[in-house]
């Protein structure tokens, strides 16, 4: 099987500094990194690195960021033939990372717009697909592809990150979704629920993930809940933690893992992810995730 993502990719400006500025606050850090990034672009570099065949669907800029902003995903060799170039700047982001690896991201989507559902032909959706998408991209295009693929039988993974008020049809036609306890909220509110991933799920008819940080992540699955902690790692950045979760459960689903096999091996990968700097350049190897499974990792 294979992952097809439809999603986001941004070149990222990361500002290490001593703490996260309060509104109307200036913070100075000593330096700062380019690198790339963006949910979807982030998201097939953890699946391909975990050994997944990947191909990613997005749009970036005709601009001097493109490059930059493309180099970890032709790194980690996942397949841009869908890539599209349009006339919109290439998305970016401002990373605020303080000294206990928190926080906080602006976002100008950019060419990220520009990204049709009609990138992913019909031909590269059915049974031994898995699609995975994130809430980055047009809502109208997230929502089509859904919706096509479950048609089509692919396996759809719907990370709602950040926030997007789908349909509620679009969001039964996923397979999994999965939330962070804030998106979660959100997602309950919206369909006149209690804030809990039983009822979520009962309600969509669909398996539910919500992350819970240093917790690590809670599934429930046709009424069951598999609670799966976290590895007790030190912590240098949570930027890219989310994103090594949802790539990584897909590229499990994709090599015929059961899901919470998958989730255990996801929730792996985003602890190491948290030990490192940077959003695709803390993302681990399949080796590196094999070895925290059996107990043998050390963080670096």
Request: charged share 15%; proline share 5%; with cysteine.
């Amino acid at each position: 099987m294979s992952v097809i993502v439809f999603g986001s990719i941004n070149l990222d400006l990361v500002f290490p500094v001593s703490h996260l500025p309060a509104p109307g606050e200036t913070v100075v850090g000593p330096l700062l990194r380019f690198e790339p990034g963006g949910k979807g672009a982030n998201q097939a570099v953890a699946a391909a690195r975990d050994g997944a065949r990947v191909a990613l669907a997005g749009a970036v800029g005709r601009d001097p960021l493109a490059e930059h902003a493309l180099s970890g995903l032709r790194s980690a060799g996942v397949d841009l033939a869908r890539l599209a170039f349009v006339d919109a700047p290439t998305g970016c982001a401002a990373i605020g990372v303080d000294a206990e690896g928190r926080n906080q991201i602006l976002v100008a989507a950019g060419a990220n717009r520009a990204a049709r559902a009609s990138q992913v032909a019909d031909q590269d959706l059915g049974p031994r697909t898995v699609l995975l998408l994130q809430g980055e991209c047009d809502l109208g295009e997230t929502a089509a592809l859904a919706q096509r693929a479950c048609d089509r039988g692919a396996r759809v993974v719907l990370n709602l990150a950040p926030f997007i008020a789908l349909p509620r049809e679009t969001l039964a036609a996923a397979s999994v979704l999965v939330v962070n306890e804030t998106e979660a909220a959100a997602l309950a509110a919206q369909l006149g629920l209690a804030a809990e991933a039983l009822a979520i799920a009962r309600t969509l008819g669909t398996a539910v993930v919500v992350t819970l940080g240093a917790e690590g992540a809670v599934l429930v699955d046709a009424g069951a809940e598999v609670r799966v902690p976290a590895l007790p790692v030190p912590v240098v950045d949570t930027t890219g933690a989310g994103d090594a979760l949802c790539g990584v459960l897909a590229a499990g689903l994709a090599r015929g893992l059961a899901l919470p096999a998958a989730l255990r091996r996801a929730v792996v990968a985003a602890s190491l992810a948290c030990t490192r700097p940077g959003a695709q350049a803390g993302l681990p190897s399949a080796a590196e995730i094999d070895a925290a499974l059996t107990g043998a990792f050390t963080a670096r």
